[in-house]
């Protein structure tokens, strides 16, 4: 099982990006999927989580700024970000809570995204 990233780049101030999370392998059912994010020097926090049944938390720091979103047909887990700032620069990961068809519990990360917003 394996999650891969796609959609960081470089953006100025006020733009957005969507970044694209999927996952594949033998997988059984998908339960909360979400995004992290890293800045130089600081922890990894929760950036915007969702469950199977389409439940969504926020960090207040992203809250109406961003959208976490998924498809379940495709195993994919989308983070639409909007009205970007400096601040928002960092590596985002990706996380999933995966069954597998041999009944076992992962919980993979993705192997990160560099987003650089720019003043």
């Known amino acids: 099982v394996q999650l891969v990233e796609s959609g960081g780049g470089l953006v100025q101030a006020g733009g957005s990006l969507r970044l694209s999370c999927a996952a594949s392998?033998?997988?059984?059912?998908?339960?909360?999927m979400g995004w992290y994010r890293q800045a130089p020097g600081k922890q990894r926090e929760l950036v915007a989580g969702?469950?199977?049944?389409?439940?969504?938390n926020y960090a207040d720091s992203v809250k109406g700024r961003f959208t976490i979103s998924r498809d379940n047909a495709k195993s994919t887990v989308y983070l639409q970000m909007n009205s970007l700032k400096p601040e928002d620069t960092a590596v985002y990961y990706c996380y999933a809570h995966i069954t597998t068809t041999g009944w076992a519990s992962l919980e993979p990360w993705g192997q990160g995204t560099q987003v650089t917003v720019s003043s």
């Open positions: 392998g033998a997988i059984f059912s998908i339960n909360a």
């Open positions: 969702i469950t199977s049944d389409a439940s969504t």
